[in-house]
């Protein structure tokens, strides 16, 4: 019988975690694992604060989808669309011509990313900041125009309750945590760290 196919759209801890633990669970027989991530890594992202501060060189910090997962298929192309009704995905391969695939079974693990482009104009000129719970908005205000050699016009914060997370038979729940947007004054431009992030 042909094998299972479940195609995983991502490539970081949560798509990586996800092919090892079926790979164990189902052999290659019974099921045939393709990976398609951007890049053909993955980044360790709590080790990137080392790597800005030179502590670690950025290799150190990334690792190869296909030595992470030899018993998965990784593919290094962008997946642009699913269509549901035909169980198919469609994605950019590396001649830039679209290409279209058929899945028994496709996991969502692409990441999220902040959506500032919901106000007008947020998307140019704030920037959002995971900062410390106890921190006001003066001394946020203070720092980031300290730090970027800007001018900040406003700082809004919201608090963010800690995800549930369960591990084995026990639950529990993750730190709360604060996030600030910046809005900078009028033809104010973060420095280069962002634009070449
Ligand atoms: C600087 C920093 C430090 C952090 N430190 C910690 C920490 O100490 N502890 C902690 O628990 N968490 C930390 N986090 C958060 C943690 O990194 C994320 O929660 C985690 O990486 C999310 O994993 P993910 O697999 O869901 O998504 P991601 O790691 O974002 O991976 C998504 C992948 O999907 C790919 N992708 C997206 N769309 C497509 C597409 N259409 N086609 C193909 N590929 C696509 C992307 O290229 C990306 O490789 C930190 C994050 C950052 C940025």
Redesign the pocket.
Known sequence: MKPLRVVI????????QFAKTLRGKLRPSECEILL????NH??F??L??DVAGASINADAAAAPLRQMLPGAGCRT????RIDLPSSEIE?EDGNGALTRLPYDHVVL????ESNLGIIPGMSDHAFAFKVMRDATKPEIKKAVETLFGVKVEAVRVANVHGKVKRQGRFVGRRPDWKKAYVVLKKGEKMVEFFDQA
Do not use: D, I, K, T
């Open positions: 759209v991502g490539g970081g801890f949560a798509a990586v398609f991530n951007r890049e993955m980044v992202h709590p990137l604060a192309e962008r997946v642009q994605f693990a692409c990441g999220a």
